[in-house]
């Protein structure tokens, strides 16, 4: 496992950007597929994407194309997540995970940041 | 996308009697290497999902043995032999077999 720690909590307006960054510790990270996934207002579970250890590739659901921008900085064991045109829906607590490619879950999970859209 | 269904939504328990939570894909979870590729997370109030079991039964390490997952193909099922106080929260099953992956809408424990 790893330890994941993200960035603190926002607050945006509608069309506008967010990244929410994510640093790693462990050794395991760099063997590590890092996803995304978000949970809004008491709901489920939303798995947004992820990024291979390399940084390349990245893959997302089709919803969610040209607005989600996935990225990895090996020399500093940080992943982030930019989610551009933000509404009202994106309101969400937004995790970073991740887990070894073998198991096809996620073993590390961070803390969660609050990302809230409102005008 | 493959559809994950959790029932019940809503589960009340009494501490020390058991439970019994499913999950059922829209299609099979069974990945072209032969494992099957079907997770639980527990998620407590106010904290972030904590992996408990994956490729269908394999437990976490501190997982107690009292929590146990089983099936195959499309059903599943996580059970727990007596439950406890901290086994309160949101049970979530996610498939890892197909992309996108996904979640279940979860299924809700608490002490009745």
């Known amino acids: 496992q790893v330890q994941l720690v993200q960035s603190e909590s926002e607050v945006k307006v509608p069309g506008a950007s967010v990244t929410v960054s994510c640093k790693a510790s462990?050794?395991?990270?760099?063997?590590?597929?890092m996803h995304w996934v978000r949970q809004a207002p008491g709901g489920g579970l939303d798995w947004l994407g992820l990024?291979?250890?390399?940084?390349?590739?990245?893959l997302h659901p089709k919803k969610f194309k040209g607005r989600l921008i996935l990225t990895r900085d090996t020399t500093t064991s940080t992943v982030s997540m930019k989610l551009s045109g933000l509404t009202s829906e994106d309101t969400a607590i937004y995790y970073c995970?991740?887990?070894?490619?073998?198991?096809?879950?996620?073993?590390?999970w961070g803390q969660g940041t609050l990302i809230t859209v409102s005008s | 996308d493959v559809v994950m269904t959790q029932f019940p939504p809503s589960l009340p328990v009494t501490l020390g009697q058991p439970a019994s939570l499913s999950c059922n894909s829209s299609?099979?979870?069974?990945?072209?290497?032969?494992?099957?590729?079907l997770t639980w997370y527990h998620q407590r109030p106010g904290q972030s999902p904590r992996r408990l079991l994956y490729?269908?039964?394999i437990r976490d390490s501190g997982v107690p043995d009292r929590i146990s997952g089983s099936g195959s193909g499309t059903d599943f099922t996580l059970k727990i032999s007596r439950v406890e106080a901290e086994d309160v929260g949101i049970y979530h099953c996610?498939?890892?077999?197909?992309?996108?992956?996904?979640f279940g809408q979860g299924t809700k424990v608490e002490i009745k």
């Open positions: 995970a991740g887990g070894p490619v073998a198991t096809r879950s996620l073993d590390s």
């Open positions: 462990g050794y395991a990270f760099i063997t590590y597929y």
């Open positions: 990024i291979s250890p390399s940084g390349d590739p990245t």
């Open positions: 490729l269908v039964s």
């Open positions: 299609q099979s979870l069974v990945y072209s290497d032969g494992n099957t590729y």
């Open positions: 996610m498939q890892g077999a197909h992309w996108p992956w996904t």
